[in-house]
């Protein structure tokens, strides 16, 4: 049960800052769907109604204890292979990709909810072993128990959601512990083996990369040629609606490349350049501003958190967060090859808004059960 006193610590602002998020986001949304005139709000009203399942979600999490959910990470863990499992056999094909379970009208992406599940048996694993985070023993079965996730959504294929949770559990086992010998000793191998395989990959015959994933990187790094012409040609796109905005935007709908539809994707991926044409500058930094404000709010509570096991949920939620939003405007912006990853709280779609959602839930819930509250 929830006490008056931990009541009294419910994170209402980190709240209203997602509220402010998924409100933009609803807004953009409605612009990417209102193409020449023909305004479809069938993405509006789903993203309102996927916010508002989200919230639940969000309360759910919030007061269920978190160390209940911890006792529960094994069969968690199970849970989420099992879904991945179904997604190989029993997913759903769009765009040459299988990575979604149709629930009769619903469909539902496993990977985004395996997210949570690895934060959560990541983070209890590590502190059930923190005394022997150091063993090699220790490491190597984390790593396996890692591994075989990856594995399923590398076979859907989904290569960013996969470095999501490489990035989640790096910064889990750094802030579980970790010696700095072997912190230096994977920088010394990983940047070789970085640079090396970014030049193999270059070799048409490589093995490494699917053909379209390659040729992904390569337009980035040959922007300037023919070959690759159409696989930078939605960067691009995104690139001029994103510098066409200048400081204040052009205003709601009046976005050109959104609405002649020259931008691909508007209302998911690329949901950062439709705010980027039509609100400018300043549409942009806002919604980086209240992300990174989600982030900071995160991070201030986990630093008051009882236990290590609070403390690692909300690195593992906020490194998520913080991830996804790189990644996403690196993409829009041109730093980043062409992958497919939401922007938090922002892009259309259930399945990722739910497990944000989720995720701010269990802020909430290691805030309220923190060493002492905050304004």
């Avoid at 020259?262 to 690329?270: G, N, S």
Wanted: hydrophobic residues 50%; positive net charge.
């Amino acid at each position: 049960m929830i006490s008056n006193e931990q009541l009294k610590s419910f994170d209402v602002i980190i709240v209203l800052l997602v509220t402010a998020l998924v409100g933009i986001g609803i807004v953009a949304i409605s612009s990417a769907q209102h193409v020449n005139s023909g305004a479809d709000p069938i993405y509006v009203r789903r993203q309102i109604m996927f916010f508002i399942v989200g919230l639940i979600l969000m309360l759910i999490s919030a007061f269920i204890d978190y160390h209940i959910l911890g006792e529960l990470y094994i069969l968690a863990y199970i849970a989420g292979l099992a879904l991945l499992s179904a997604v190989l056999f029993l997913g759903a094909d769009a765009k040459g990709a299988v990575r979604w379970l149709e629930i009769g009208p619903i469909r539902i992406q496993p990977s985004e909810f395996a997210k949570i599940i690895i934060i959560l048996f990541m983070s209890k694993l590590i502190d059930s072993k923190k005394d022997k985070i150091n063993k090699l023993s220790t490491l190597i079965l984390l790593v396996v128990l890692l591994v075989i996730p990856v594995g399923m959504i590398l076979k859907q294929p989904d290569l960013s959601t996969s470095l999501v949770f490489i990035a989640v559990f790096l910064v889990l086992l750094y802030i579980g512990g970790i010696s700095y010998r072997y912190i230096v000793i994977t920088f010394l191998i990983a940047v070789p083996l970085f640079v090396i395989s970014l030049i193999y990959i270059q070799n048409p015959n490589q093995k490494l990369l699917k053909d379209y994933q390659r040729d992904r990187i390569m337009a980035m790094i040959h922007r300037d040629k023919e070959e690759y012409s159409d696989d930078y040609f939605q960067t691009e796109q995104s690139i001029h609606a994103i510098g066409s905005g200048q400081l204040y935007g052009k205003g709601l709908y009046k976005g050109t490349l959104n609405q002649l539809s020259y931008l691909p994707e508007p209302h998911t991926d690329f949901i950062f350049s439709v705010i980027g044409e039509e609100f400018g500058f300043v549409g942009c930094m806002s919604v980086i501003g209240l992300i990174l404000m989600i982030i900071l709010r995160g991070i201030w509570i986990a630093k008051d958190a009882k236990d290590p096991l609070g403390k690692l949920l909300i690195v593992g939620v906020v490194t998520m967060i913080g991830f996804q939003t790189f990644v996403n405007i690196g993409v829009v912006t041109g730093l980043l090859p062409n992958t497919g990853i939401p922007l938090p709280f922002v892009s259309a779609g259930g399945s990722s808004l739910w497990s944000n959602m989720i995720g701010i839930g269990l802020i909430l819930n290691v805030g309220m059960r923190r060493k002492k509250s905050f304004f």
